[in-house]
């Protein structure tokens, strides 16, 4: 791997020829200067791969003189059955063990030439979805008209925003970066967390099919590659949590004065019961509320949805439902659970939630817990 400055750029002269962005450039260059590894006393270089070496590094500063120019060489050796990758400064001999992603940073391959954008297609172009993974099994296609039909599970309304952004999310696929012209075991796509089915319009030339497989989680996401497409790169985990998330219907949950004309809040045998006015909703019985607290549970349930179904079929002891939080029972005039129970509180994506569970709804929720609050504290 030969790559130099360039102007805003790189160059990359070996092992192929071609331009290097700036922004792929500096961070490949920082993995490798920044990379850390554990040393390794009394090292015997014959049994580590350092006598000879397999390879070596050198990079060269810039400088106004050759004087003040900096040059480093490190030797690399072999890995070992601990999958660690030794390496050996030549300035003082110490030798350090890499992990397989410092190591990576070492290969002469050619991904800094490769552009990190892989697909270009529309919401109207999309055509049809599916995902597998170890806790996700959905099928999705658009219909002439537009509408996104969910297909698998059967019998289920698609949340509309969430096939949006997985749509969106496989539409403009930005790689990370690129790891490596190959695949390793490491990376975990042969047996992948996620494997993704979809097809798209290309105009003229009909309708494109393509397979996506998601792997070991690393640094920035998770191991990725496209099925015909050399190069393993990195996708970026805001898309992948686009894809492995169920596109269930999430308003399950809203309470609005046009379908709801009463609402009972229980917790703790404690109950506060409040009735349609207008387009909100005021107390009616029960624990006594400022006008401004009943307020603002109103404007709670008219506007509450769940994050996300995180599983279909029974809830599971620990979550809470044989003793919930609150529950909440709403008569309808129109279609919707007649009541939804807030279990316990846990984490979520980095995110403080509580799980919920709606009546005729065969699916566990997670709702955000500054939304579960309102409810669990009115009173």
């Known amino acids: 791997l030969d790559l130099a400055r360039k102007e805003s750029g790189f160059v990359m002269r070996s092992p192929v020829q071609g331009e290097v962005e700036l922004e792929p450039g500096n961070r490949r260059i920082e993995a490798i200067v920044l990379a850390e590894g554990e040393l390794v006393l009394d090292a015997k ?45 030549v300035a003082d ?13 070492l290969e002469a391959d050619s991904t800094l030439i490769r552009g990190l954008r892989l697909l270009d297609f529309s919401g109207s172009d999309f055509r049809s979805l599916e995902v597998r993974g170890r806790s996700v099994k959905q099928t999705i296609h658009r219909e002439a008209s537009g509408q996104i039909v969910l297909d698998v599970p059967a019998g289920k309304s698609a949340d509309t925003a969430l096939t949006g952004d997985a749509i969106h999310e496989l539409g403009r696929l930005t790689a990370d970066r690129w790891v490596s012209d190959v695949e390793e075991p490491s990376f975990g796509l042969a047996s992948p ?55 269930l219907d999430r308003t399950v949950f809203t309470v609005t004065p046009d379908v709801a004309t009463k609402v009972e809040i229980e917790r703790q045998g404690k109950k506060l019961t409040l009735e349609r006015q207008g387009d909100g909703f005021v107390r009616a019985a029960g624990v006594e509320l400022s006008p401004a607290r009943v307020a603002e549970i109103s ?45 316990v509180g846990d984490a979520w994506r980095g995110q403080s939630i509580h799980y919920v569970r709606a009546d ?5 929720y997670v709702m955000a817990k500054t939304k579960a609050k309102v409810l669990i504290d009115a009173f």
Do not use: C, H, N, Y
């Open 93 to 105: 001999g110490m030798v350090l063990e890499l992990d397989p992603d410092a190591a990576r940073t």
């Open 360 to 364: 005729g709804v065969d699916a566990t």
């Open 45 to 89: 270089a014959a049994d580590l791969g350092l006598e000879p070496p397999t390879g070596k590094i050198t990079l060269r500063s810039s400088a106004e003189s050759d004087e003040a120019v900096v040059e480093e060489t490190v030797e690399i050796g072999r890995v070992g059955k601990s999958g660690k990758l030794a390496v050996r400064r």
């Open 193 to 247: 967390e996620l494997t993704v089915e979809f097809s798209f319009a290309t105009g003229d030339a009909g309708v494109k099919d393509r397979v996506l497989t998601v792997g070991a989680s690393t640094a920035g996401g998770a191991f990725a590659k496209l099925a015909g497409e050399p190069g393993v790169f990195v996708m970026p985990r805001r898309a992948i949590d686009a894809l492995d998330t169920w596109f």
């Open 299 to 343: 404007d709670t349930l008219i506007a509450l949805r769940a994050e996300a179904a995180v599983a279909l079929g029974a809830a599971k002891p620990a979550q809470g439902f044989d003793k919930p939080e609150v529950t909440v029972r709403v008569e309808r005039t129109g279609p919707g659970p007649k009541s939804f129970r807030i279990g």
